[in-house]
């Protein structure tokens, strides 16, 4: 029975180097798959360690977040200030990509969470970039096989727009839109971040195609929308109110074309640093 978890989260930060080599392969090939990611290169990683479980009755917690803490710390410390080419066992035969970082940090912590369950590990390779990979009856997102894992993009886009509805009269827009209904339109710095579902190549350990990724947002949606008027420069907004939920769901839309069916996760438009919106298709 899985009602009633409660979950915990503690995040560390660790500092590595590494490069994503494979070195039965050939320079083109290497550079095909990684690109810059094949000269080395460090990370402040961020890791973030969730952990569920009932609440004890005597003592009112799930686990004693001290001793998350020491284990996060003590399985931290294999990577903390390490080339993870050269110096951590586990990628001696195998190519270190962050991927993979996430999956080895999961499957060590996990035997150490005494009373609970680690539920999630998040591994944030920059502020724009993280890797999560969970136990597989987890409710925080779907269950998902051996190697599954979601990967996060953030993009950022600036752009004008005006809430009006066509269908409404002019007294009755202003009503409803209030101040977004300004006849000569306001603007955003949106925040875009996309997460996709993958399972990690056992070649390449990639779950995606990083690089193809990138391409693919920014041609579909960050180049486009950057720069421009929604309502007057996007035929997709011709004939709806330009709301970041119409937004969203048309990114989705866009990006399900581009990437395919069932690659999409999550797609979550941040409109101001005080509201953000989320959509699962």
């Avoid at 399985?75 to 970082?101: I, K, M, W, Y």
């Avoid at 499957?107 to 999630?120: F, N, Y």
Wanted: charge should be negative.
């Amino acid at each position: 029975m899985d009602s009633g978890r409660v979950h915990i989260t503690k995040r560390a930060e660790i500092a590595t180097s590494h490069r994503c080599l494979n070195p039965s392969w050939g320079a083109v090939q290497n550079n095909a798959v990684y690109g810059q990611e094949t000269h080395p290169h460090g990370h402040n990683y961020l890791v973030e360690a969730t952990v569920s479980g009932q609440i004890n009755p005597r003592t009112g917690m799930v686990v004693n977040i001290k001793q998350v803490k020491a284990a996060l710390k003590d399985v931290l410390s294999r990577f903390d200030h390490q080339d993870l080419n050269g110096d951590h066992p586990a990628f001696a035969d195998t190519v270190p990509t962050s991927e993979r970082v996430a999956m080895n940090m999961f499957d060590a912590l996990a035997p150490r969470i005494e009373d609970g369950r680690l539920e999630r590990l998040r591994l944030f390779e920059t502020d724009d970039v993280f890797f999560e990979t969970y136990h597989p009856d987890s409710r925080l997102t779907q269950p998902a096989p051996r190697g599954a894992m979601l990967i996060t993009r953030r993009y950022t886009f600036s752009a004008a727009h005006r809430l009006h509805a066509p269908g409404l009269s002019e007294a009755e827009n202003a009503a409803l839109f209030l101040d977004c209904n300004n006849p000569n339109g306001h603007g955003h710095n949106y925040q875009l971040e996309v997460t996709v579902n993958g399972q990690m190549n056992n070649d390449t350990g990639l779950a995606t195609d990083h690089r193809a990724l990138d391409a693919a947002i920014n041609k579909v949606v960050v180049s486009r929308y950057n720069y421009c008027h929604l309502n007057d420069d996007l035929p997709e907004f011709a004939d709806q109110v330009t709301t970041s939920e119409n937004i969203i769901r048309v990114i989705w839309d866009r990006l399900t074309e581009a990437l395919g069916e069932g690659a999409l996760h999550k797609v979550r438009l941040g409109e101001t640093r005080d509201n953000y919106f989320e959509y699962y298709g």
